[in-house]
């Protein structure tokens, strides 16, 4: 199978982050670290690739190579950084299309992952936006992926979901997802090409060994820019975004007010007068 995994490098610490005149984080001189989220859709593409490849690509400032290269270390096969000033203040929707543009030069893949949220931003809409400008079927806040394929052969990535897997086995090649939902979980089939969102600490991602930091240091890193993607000037980054922040606020917890019940009696008089 051919994987893509879309991720993003966050700031690592909140401390000195500043804000510029559109309200955009300013990541000159910040130190940044892979999004947990990330790291779980990176090591379920290492676990579900087989004899396939895995390729990872982000979007943001030259300085990410650095932090790819580690991914290239753990495994992955190919490590693409999209950066050109043009993306600079790109929201979630800029984003997408940037992503989608580089899907489109680079794929077809038979699953992209991406993580369900960024922390720096909380939005978790990028994937889903990746989905419908691909025109693809996306599943979201997944905890568990199982690739099933018709001939009967499974690269089980949960095994304790054996019970399952020979209904799956008659099913259409695909992925069996794991969802999070409030009340619990669901069960549903993906079928190749879907973008799936996984969420934060669903797979631990693996350390580098020895032999994959020496691989790593063959491999290169493939830089895009916008005209390498065929993408206008304002159709990315600030110029390319319907949205807008206009203001940013910093709210503190306040201290909560309780009454403490010191007989049973006096308990169950307040349980009364709640429920009616």
Known sequence: MKLLVCVKYVPSATEGIRMDENHSLVRDGVIHQLN????????????????????????????????????????VDDAVLLTDRRFAGADTYATARTLAGAVSLLGPFDLILCGRRAVDGETGQVPAEL???LGAPCVTNVIAVTAVKKEGTVANCRPEDTSIMERLCMEENGFWCTRLVENGTMELLAPKGAVISLCEYSYILRNAGIKGRREAG?????????GELGIAGEDCGLRGSPTRVKRVERQTAGRRHVKLLEKVEELAERLKEEMD
């Open 218 to 226: 063959r491999k290169k890193v493939r830089v895009l820019s916008a």
């Open 36 to 75: 947990v989220a990330d790291e779980s859709a990176v090591e379920l593409a290492l676990r579900l690739r087989g004899e396939g490849s895995v390729t990872v690509m982000s979007m943001g400032k030259a300085e990410l190579e650095e932090g790819m290269r580690e991914l290239l270390a753990k495994g």
């Open 131 to 133: 989905a419908a400008m």
